[in-house]
């Protein structure tokens, strides 16, 4: 059964404030300092003459902070007991603004096919967001180039008006694949297979002299598992999709790190 103490304060958490539903006298920001207050003020759609509502100033905010480019945002309607109209007041934390962005340890990556692609420039706001995307951007090109322990982060300094942006990157050993081997009951032709999956072993003349090398790419292997099982499929095995009949089974390193070697289990089952 409803407390009947407790319908007072239903009633008071639903109840308008004071500001709700009138008419707004003015509208100012406080906090902006590299952004534009005009500009921003027009993006929260908060005008002189508007009524205002919470779903207005809810709006007003989720627009803010929709550019990016703000770590805080607030409205903050007060009523004018003189005009009985609502002065706003949208506070701002700016991000801080980095002023330059520079390159550590970058060697096998061409900087100027990089950065068309980084969501922070110079100029731009160190959004925490953005600083994430870029980091993971530059990371996943190391990754599909085969420098599997590769590590990539960011450092900052205080610059004249903002921080100085610095992408640390510790290349690591370029991985190439050694061998791929297929354990279990394999009767299929072992070369048929290894050049229906994705990775590659590196190129050997006669199987002894190395003439070239093919990066292993981590992300690969989930897709080798299930270009395995296709051709099997393919092949008339029906059984091989059920279950853990192909499964990757290890990924040896050397101890350089340089160097791969890739073991998928096949249980081929009945054809």
């Known amino acids: 059964m409803l407390s009947l103490a407790f319908i007072p304060s ?9 500001w709700e539903g009138k008419e707004i006298e003015a509208v100012d920001g406080v906090g902006f300092t590299h952004e534009n207050k005009a500009k921003n003020l027009a993006l929260t759609g908060l005008r002189k003459g508007d009524i205002i509502t919470r779903e207005k100033k809810d709006i007003a905010i989720k627009e803010l902070f929709g550019t990016n480019r703000f770590d805080a945002v607030d409205v903050e309607p007060k009523l004018n007991p003189a005009t009985k109209k ?12 980095v002023e330059k962005v520079e390159f550590q340890g970058i060697n096998e990556i061409p900087i100027n096919t990089l950065k068309p692609t980084l969501r922070i420039s110079a100029g731009a706001p160190l959004n925490p967001y953005h600083l994430k995307q870029d980091r993971e951007y530059i ?3 190391y990754l599909q180039k085969g420098y ?7 450092q900052t300094k205080p610059g004249t008006t903002g921080v100085v942006l610095t992408w640390v990157v510790v290349e690591g050993p370029l991985v190439t694949i ?3 081997i297929f354990t279990g ?3 299929v032709n072992q070369s048929e297979l290894r050049n229906f999956i994705l990775s590659k072993q590196n190129d050997r003349l006669f199987g002894l002299i190395p003439t070239g090398k093919n990066p292993f790419i981590e992300r690969s292997l989930k897709e080798d598992v ?3 099982k296709l051709y099997y499929r393919l092949e008339g095995w ?5 279950g853990d009949n192909v499964f990757l089974e290890d990924v040896e390193f050397s101890e350089d790190k340089s160097l791969v070697r890739i073991k998928i289990h096949i249980d081929e089952g009945e054809r």
């Open 10 to 18: 239903l009633f008071a958490a639903v109840q308008q404030e004071e």
């Open 86 to 97: 609502v002065i706003v007041t949208v506070i701002v934390t700016e991000y801080i603004i």
């Open 139 to 141: 990371r996943d090109q």
């Open 148 to 154: 599997h322990f590769s590590s990539v982060e960011e």
């Open 178 to 180: 050694d061998e791929i």
């Open 185 to 187: 009951n394999v009767t």
């Open 226 to 228: 299930e270009r395995v």
């Open 238 to 242: 029906l059984d091989i999709q059920h």
